[in-house]
């Protein structure tokens, strides 16, 4: 076989293969969410990242009360889950978008459109960005 046509073999079988996908570290993410109502306040937030039987769980934790996700995807650089916010049992749908520091930022919006921003730091990073 022609060098030129085994590189140009190895080009394509390279191009073709499919794109890694983000990877979420396991272990205890933090983070802040900020109310659309109130833009200058930021309430601290963890996640508790981890695997159960094979499968990813997000847990999020707000003083002391751990609200569980579902529906959690990975798809390209978006994050994405619902929970119920636990005061007021209304159900959220997050988008986050995945940024270059691997860190993760998005809105939460409920049925009627309220929303909040939500940020989220792997582990043994910086917490608080927006």
């Given at each position: 076989m022609p060098k030129s046509v085994f590189v140009l073999i190895c080009f394509f079988a390279a191009c073709s293969a499919p794109p890694s996908r983000p990877v979420l570290q396991e272990g205890t993410w933090?983070?802040?969410?900020?109310?659309?109502?109130?833009?200058?306040?930021?309430?601290?937030?963890?996640?508790?990242?981890?695997?159960?039987?094979?499968?990813?769980?997000?847990?999020?934790?707000?003083?002391?009360?751990?609200?569980?996700?579902?529906?959690?995807?990975i798809e390209g650089d978006t994050l994405s889950f619902v929970f119920n916010e636990p005061e007021e049992n209304v159900e959220l749908t997050c988008a986050f978008a995945r940024r270059t520091d691997a860190s993760y930022a998005g809105r939460c919006t409920d049925a009627e459109g309220k929303w909040a921003h939500f940020t989220m730091t792997p582990p043994g990073e910086q917490a608080g960005r927006r």
């Amino acid at each position: 076989m022609p060098k030129s046509v085994f590189v140009l073999i190895c080009f394509f079988a390279a191009c073709s293969a499919p794109p890694s996908r983000p990877v979420l570290q396991e272990g205890t993410w933090t983070g802040g969410l900020t109310p659309m109502n109130h833009p200058d306040m930021v309430l601290p937030l963890t996640y508790e990242v981890r695997r159960i039987h094979g499968k990813l769980s997000i847990t999020l934790n707000n003083e002391g009360i751990q609200t569980p996700t579902r529906n959690l995807a990975i798809e390209g650089d978006t994050l994405s889950f619902v929970f119920n916010e636990p005061e007021e049992n209304v159900e959220l749908t997050c988008a986050f978008a995945r940024r270059t520091d691997a860190s993760y930022a998005g809105r939460c919006t409920d049925a009627e459109g309220k929303w909040a921003h939500f940020t989220m730091t792997p582990p043994g990073e910086q917490a608080g960005r927006r």
